[in-house]
């Protein structure tokens, strides 16, 4: 038998899906403050913290970085039809439904109560995978685990939100708009609120096709 | 009043800490397969699932990795020792200590019972940081919440990791352990086991220092 504690655990952990359809009310300040600190919780590079989070509330800042947003979102939905060709035809269907509900997002995030802006300081960032001719990720083993912690404790407290990187095509833009250093840069905006639709269930490959047994095999 | 189920959830999560003392002990295979199956449950761009993971148990395998990540070990030593001088004696010595047991880590990695090494594939991943002349992090969003997820749902069954990068710096050595296509690259390894010590508390920064409203501010 399986703890109830545990089983509790992994029943929020395991509905806790990406949530585009977000309602405008307003998320109270205790709820708002009990997520982000679920975000400093998570583990970083000799516990540096490399990051900050700016939450927006205002009307205006949330304008401003939303046209940025829509205006990133449709380079990206190229990006995605371009890899459909490989698809099934109901995975082509779940891929433009999902492009229809994020261009729905892009087109209305001002009206999301709060977007939290993630940044971080590459400096204090010990990156282990730059020498293979492509683009490092290992920065972001600092970084990202934070943000799925705001995720998973928002989906605890009831609310929803999306782990987005589209706006980090416009970090100058969104520098102009939050007044952050030249030092510091954008890794995350994460919409949240009360979701609209239901949370969970995921749609995820099985693991017997994402893990392997002591080495790989195709 | 919380819901006792958010309760439940955030304690578990607040006691997530890095555990780096690991006992020997093999896991049951019922409750790794539940670890490993939270970790599918994360967030990736359009939902593309970048990533696999091959779980290491065999002891030579270990054994060969051990080896790598001992030699890489001392340099990211010497880079946290760099950082030292801007710190109080208290954190100096908290740092000092934390590279003591990491280098027990090191040392031992052969005797812990599972190796989780994380791997990628970069070109489903969608680097929109790829511009501003330092290394992105980017790419990670799509890869390290899942590393989380396999993190905490760790700790929820009483087991205990740590999220390292080091041998991502061997990552040709790696492939050759592994086998892994020339396509893809590391971008984690978990030690996973039994905790020698106890789960939480965290040492965090404050939220006053993490989190700031509207804009940046200094």
Redesign the interface.
Known sequence: M?DP??E???E???T???IRRIAPDEVPDDVL??V????????S?????P????????RA?KQAISDLYAE?WKK?VD??IA?LPERTPATEQR?RD?MTIGGDLASGLADVPVLAVF??D?SM????????G????????S???A???L???AR??GLGG??T?????R?PDMRA?????ESW????LVPLGWPKGRHGP????P?TE???????RD
Chains 1, 2 share one sequence.
Do not use: K
């Open positions: 399986t504690r545990t509790v655990f992994r929020i952990l395991s806790t899906r990406s403050d009990r982000l600190e679920a975000s400093t919780w998570a583990p590079g000799g516990n540096r913290q990051w900050r989070l700016i939450v927006v509330r205002d800042t990133e990206y990006f995605n890899r891929v999902a940044l971080h590459p960032l010990y990156v282990t995978d730059a020498g293979w492509r683009h490092p990720v290992v920065g972001g083993a970084l990202y685990p943000v799925q912690n995720l998973v404790a605890a407290e999306v782990l990187t589209i706006v980090c095509a970090e708009i939050l007044g952050f250093p840069g954008v890794h995350a995921l749609r995820r490959a693991l994402m893990v392997m047994r002591e080495r790989w």
